[in-house]
């Protein structure tokens, strides 16, 4: 059965990426959509699949697992957002194609040991902390390359460029700067790194203007599932 009220949100959602990337002259393929589901029951992803979504993310370590390995369809990516403790890693390496939260060498480390063989790399961004707000998590932007260059030792992990979660209540002015300074720094890094081509950033508030910013992964939740409720929200 078809939600409707989901199906035309994500619609909405849709019609304003392609919209944002008509505006700055950018193919359509360029932008991920990331349907951010945590919390979220997964009769609600199965209707966001119906509808057309094929990116799931999620921040919760063991919900991710379990709705990762509930999951019945194939054709789909599974992005891991949020941050992850040292006694975690083993289902996210297991089970997913994306860590977007790495901000320290031993987690990718330990990721990468836990690796199944036979698996695809596991591909990985560098959460930056591009307000530079020592109350939040990422790396300062003048870390991320010697973190860059340790991740380039680990066989089972691919790094593929940068994440950041701006502040909720910045003036449109400032969000615009820390995102095209994410771009600058996605841009200096490719020259070392030429993988490093991916730039999450963007949720419901923002995404349209980190579209025009450069991002290739935007992480959407309440514009698509709805508010969640305070108990379980997002700690972002
Ligand atoms: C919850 C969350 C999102 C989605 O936020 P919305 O404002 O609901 O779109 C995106 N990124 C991260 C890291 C999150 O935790």
């Not at 951010?36 to 992803?45: D, F, G, I, R, Y």
């Not at 979504?53 to 990762?68: D, L, P």
């Not at 961004?125 to 973190?147: C, H, R, T």
């Not at 450069?214 to 599932?225: E, K, L, Q």
């Amino acid at each position: 059965m078809t939600n409707l009220l989901l199906s035309s949100r994500l619609e909405s959602v849709f019609d304003r990426i392609l919209a944002s990337c008509i505006a700055v002259e950018r193919p359509i393929d360029e932008v991920s959509l990331l349907a951010v589901s945590k919390t979220k029951p997964l009769e609600q992803l199965e209707q966001a699949y119906q509808a057309g979504a094929r990116h799931f993310a999620e921040n919760y370590a063991q919900e991710a697992v379990e709705k990762r390995q509930a999951w019945i369809h194939p054709g789909c990516t599974w992005h891991f957002i949020g941050p992850l403790q040292s006694n975690k890693t083993r289902g996210i390496a297991e089970q997913y194609d994306w860590v977007h939260s790495i901000e320290r060498f031993k987690i990718a480390k330990r990721l990468n040991d836990q690796r199944p063989d036979g698996m695809p790399p596991l591909n990985v961004l560098i959460q930056v902390n591009i307000s530079l707000d020592p109350a939040k998590s990422g790396v300062f932007p003048d870390e991320v390359y010697a973190l860059a260059e340790q991740l380039l030792t680990l066989p089972k992990i691919k790094f593929r460029g940068l994440m950041t979660i701006t502040a909720f209540d910045l003036p449109e002015e400032d969000l615009k700067g820390q995102f095209l300074q994410l771009k600058t720094l996605q841009n200096t890094l490719m020259k070392d790194f030429p993988d490093c081509i991916e730039l999450s950033m963007g949720m419901s508030a923002d995404f349209e203007l980190a579209i025009r910013c450069g991002a290739t992964m935007v992480r959407v939740g309440s514009d698509i599932f709805g508010a969640r409720t305070p108990a379980t929200g997002a700690t972002a």
